[in-house]
């Protein structure tokens, strides 16, 4: 259980690093300050530009690939490896707690992003394979709406029944997924609240089916 315990930690410490605030003060921008207040990808791309928000996606993405494939493998002095422990659900707890550290970042005052390129990283780790009908969902959902959130939630939605098709004997991952996808639509509840009130902004750019105007 040190084992368990030690790597959870570390992989969670991962995770409140965040690309968005790493970079940000560089251009001494803190961009919790600007747009929708968020320190993921998504407020980086629109208040930043494109490189700024590639960057950041690529740092929130790399820690997930770290977390599920270094952590669970390292050695720690004085405590080691503890075989009681199930590699599997070792490196799906490591997973949970590199996103959760990006939601709720111990260095930046438990207010972080939102996951989903956290999430994208772990699943990139995991099983790269879920990441197609991720994409796609995400896509057509987006041209179809707009929306980037609703986009990222249906999509997340869409990895469980993925899961439970693809593999339904790896309950480990079916379960981490669900578990993921609940965790995803809660960080997504003020992009919930601002669809209901008509003010969610959408990317209108790839939003290919909004009204024309005459």
């Known amino acids: 259980m040190l084992e368990l ?12 690093i965040l690309g968005s605030l790493l970079l940000g003060r560089l251009r001494s921008v803190d961009i919790r300050t600007l747009g929708s207040g968020n320190a993921g990808g998504t407020n980086a791309l629109r208040t930043q530009g ?10 929130d993405i790399a820690k997930g690939v770290v977390a599920v494939l270094l952590i669970p493998r390292l050695d720690i002095p004085g405590i080691g490896i503890d075989q009681g422990i199930s590699r599997e659900w070792l490196q799906l707890a490591c997973a949970a707690a590199v996103v959760v550290g990006h939601v709720y970042p111990l260095w930046h005052g438990f207010r972080g992003g939102k996951g989903a390129a956290t999430m994208v990283g772990v699943l990139a780790a995991l099983h790269a394979w879920a990441l197609i009908p991720l994409l796609v969902v995400w896509l057509l959902v987006l041209v179809v709406t707009g929306y980037v959130g609703l986009a990222t939630m249906l999509a997340a939605l869409s990895l469980v ?4 098709f693809q593999n ?11 578990a993921a996808a609940g965790f995803i639509i809660f960080t997504h509840r003020s992009n919930i609240a601002r669809m209901r009130n008509g003010t969610e902004n959408r990317a209108r750019r790839v939003w290919l089916l909004r009204p024309r105007s005459p």
């Open 5 to 16: 315990g030690a790597k959870v930690l570390l992989a969670y410490g991962l995770g409140s």
């Open 161 to 164: 029944l993925v899961a439970g």
């Open 168 to 178: 339904p004997a790896d309950l480990p991952f079916i379960v981490f997924c669900a």
């Open 50 to 59: 494109l490189v700024f928000g590639l960057a950041v996606l690529a740092i």
